[in-house]
């Protein structure tokens, strides 16, 4: 099957051989065709250039892109959408005053949506995680990574896990899982860290690497949850188990989850809300992606990632939404893309080069997705006419898009 995309206004995220993330002052440069064609063989992308130098090709189907925009879809390397319910109550207390700490220490949070997920059956939890990857693929993203961390029992992070692998097999798009078992420590381990990281690494991980349920190990390393000592004997467990470390870290405060995730050679340290210059320094130089979730800062009111800075000091810095119950309920990486343009002063070329390439170098995909090189997967995003990329974070609330491809093919 060869699909043909003919006279697109603008193809972007052109890179010949590039597989390597973009970092510093070459974030700025987001290379790109104009007036441009784009062929699609089976599943991938095959060739492209100009459309003075259009070949004359036997096509199943031709797309005509006159006016639009095309770019490789969105490489969402942090989210949670599988979880059970919402945490709606938790959003109106914080408008009527309560902070998201405070909730938490309460038995909300995490362990609110950790009950939800332990009653649900594992149907429930797969028809409503299916509905939001389903939604996302709709808004451009071609590929994601996903997490547990809503079960904290075996059973819970297991069925979690297996909710993942079956989204896997029934869906083109591709997924990467996380396991995140500790997210929180559960109440009947509170005065008993060492106890539940016990389970974490003696019954939770043995399972998980038997059944093959994860490619990374997730710890949330954060003050109220697992200290930095903790983190790293979890970590230490997963890449015994084969999992490369993919660390939350540096949210509310900086307290060395970053060198930690350095040290064990974590692919990437996500949130990055509050950065000290010593956090900005420790990642120089280093292979591990730097990650902001604006969309949580949005949402919670709490600090940006400090982009300029970063970048300022030649890090590469990736895009993604960190979707969820409790803290962004939101999956739209156009919104994300458009909120650090407004909100962290990314321009729209770091923006979009954060949230393609840097996105599956967070995810350790770089070799297939993207951006727009032959041999990798035609996971694209046609855009509705508009007259430049500029539109696609300026119009920060329209959708802009018109067509998404997986695979080569169009996801309706
Ligand atoms: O990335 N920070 C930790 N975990 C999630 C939120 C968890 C929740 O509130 O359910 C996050 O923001
Ligand atoms: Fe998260």
Same mark, same amino acid.
């Given at each position: 099957?060869?699909?043909?995309?003919?006279?697109?206004?603008?193809?972007?995220?052109?890179?010949?051989?590039?597989?390597? &993330? %973009?970092?510093?002052?070459?974030?700025?440069?987001?290379?790109?065709?104009?007036?441009?064609?784009?062929?699609?063989?089976?599943?991938?992308?095959?060739?492209?250039?100009?459309?003075?130098?259009?070949?004359?090709?036997?096509?199943? &189907?031709?797309?005509?892109?006159?006016?639009?925009?095309?770019?490789?879809?969105?490489?969402?390397?942090?989210?949670?959408?599988?979880?059970?319910?919402?945490?709606? +109550?938790?959003?109106?207390?914080?408008?009527?005053?309560?902070?998201?700490?405070?909730?938490?220490?309460?038995?909300?949070?995490?362990?609110?949506? #950790?009950?939800?997920?332990?009653?649900?059956?594992?149907?429930?939890?797969?028809?409503?995680?299916?509905?939001?990857?389903?939604?996302?693929?709709?808004?451009?993203?071609?590929?994601?990574?996903?997490?547990?961390?809503?079960?904290?029992?075996?059973?819970?992070?297991?069925?979690?896990?297996?909710?993942?692998?079956?989204?896997? +097999?029934?869906?083109?798009? !591709?997924?990467?899982?996380?396991?995140?078992?500790?997210?929180?420590?559960?109440?009947?381990?509170?005065?008993?860290?060492?106890?539940?990281?016990?389970?974490?690494?003696?019954?939770?991980?043995?399972?998980?690497? &038997?059944?093959?349920?994860?490619?990374?190990?997730?710890? @949330?390393?954060? !003050?109220?949850?697992?200290?930095?000592?903790?983190?790293?004997?979890?970590?230490?467990?997963?890449?015994?188990?084969?999992?490369?470390?993919?660390?939350?870290?540096? +949210? @509310?405060?900086?307290?060395?989850?970053? +060198?930690?995730?350095?040290?064990?050679?974590?692919?990437?340290?996500?949130?990055?809300?509050?950065?000290?210059?010593?956090?900005?320094? #420790?990642?120089?130089?280093?292979?591990?992606?730097? %990650?902001?979730?604006?969309?949580?800062?949005? @949402?919670?009111?709490?600090?940006?990632?400090?982009?300029?800075?970063?970048?300022? #000091?030649?890090?590469?810095? #990736?895009?993604?939404?960190?979707?969820?119950?409790?803290? !962004?309920?939101?999956?739209?990486?156009?919104?994300?893309?458009?909120?650090?343009?407004?909100?962290? &002063?990314?321009?729209?070329?770091?923006?979009?080069?954060?949230?393609?390439?840097?996105?599956?170098?967070?995810?350790?995909?770089?070799?297939?997705?993207?951006?727009?090189?032959?041999?990798?997967?035609?996971?694209?995003?046609?855009?509705?006419?508009?007259?430049?990329?500029?539109?696609?974070?300026?119009?920060?609330?329209?959708?802009?898009?018109?067509?998404?491809?997986?695979?080569?093919?169009?996801?309706?």
């Amino acid at each position: 099957m060869i699909t043909l995309i003919i006279n697109i206004k603008e193809l972007l995220q052109v890179r010949e051989t590039s597989i390597s &993330k %973009v970092s510093g002052a070459e974030m700025a440069i987001l290379p790109t065709i104009k007036n441009a064609f784009l062929v699609i063989k089976d599943n991938l992308i095959t060739d492209f250039g100009s459309m003075n130098n259009l070949p004359k090709i036997n096509a199943d &189907k031709t797309i005509d892109a006159t006016g639009k925009m095309v770019l490789p879809s969105w490489c969402d390397s942090h989210t949670h959408i599988v979880y059970a319910g919402n945490r709606e +109550q938790e959003f109106v207390d914080r408008i009527n005053g309560l902070t998201y700490e405070e909730i938490a220490n309460r038995g909300g949070g995490i362990l609110n949506s #950790a009950k939800k997920l332990n009653e649900s059956t594992e149907e429930e939890i797969y028809d409503q995680s299916k509905a939001r990857l389903e939604e996302i693929m709709r808004l451009g993203t071609g590929a994601v990574e996903i997490k547990s961390g809503y079960g904290l029992t075996v059973d819970g992070e297991l069925k979690m896990l297996r909710v993942i692998q079956r989204l896997a +097999q029934n869906y083109s798009i !591709t997924i990467k899982a996380t396991f995140l078992g500790a997210h929180a420590f559960p109440l009947e381990y509170k005065e008993n860290h060492q106890g539940y990281i016990d389970v974490i690494i003696n019954k939770m991980l043995p399972e998980i690497a &038997k059944n093959k349920l994860a490619d990374f190990i997730d710890v @949330f390393c954060e !003050t109220g949850y697992f200290t930095v000592p903790e983190t790293e004997q979890i970590m230490e467990a997963g890449i015994r188990f084969g999992l490369k470390p993919k660390i939350h870290v540096n +949210q @509310f405060n900086s307290i060395g989850g970053i +060198q930690a995730g350095i040290k064990h050679y974590a692919l990437s340290v996500d949130h990055l809300e509050v950065m000290t210059t010593e956090d900005i320094n #420790a990642l120089k130089n280093t292979e591990t992606m730097p %990650v902001a979730l604006p969309s949580c800062s949005y @949402f919670l009111s709490i600090p940006y990632t400090p982009a300029r800075e970063m970048i300022a #000091a030649g890090l590469p810095l #990736a895009l993604a939404t960190d979707y969820n119950p409790g803290s !962004t309920p939101s999956g739209n990486m156009n919104f994300v893309v458009a909120t650090a343009c407004i909100k962290m &002063k990314m321009t729209p070329e770091e923006a979009i080069n954060a949230a393609t390439i840097n996105g599956a170098s967070a995810m350790g995909i770089l070799e297939t997705h993207g951006s727009v090189t032959i041999g990798k997967k035609a996971n694209l995003i046609i855009t509705k006419p508009i007259p430049s990329y500029y539109q696609l974070p300026y119009a920060f609330g329209s959708n802009l898009i018109d067509a998404v491809l997986i695979e080569g093919e169009i996801f309706e």
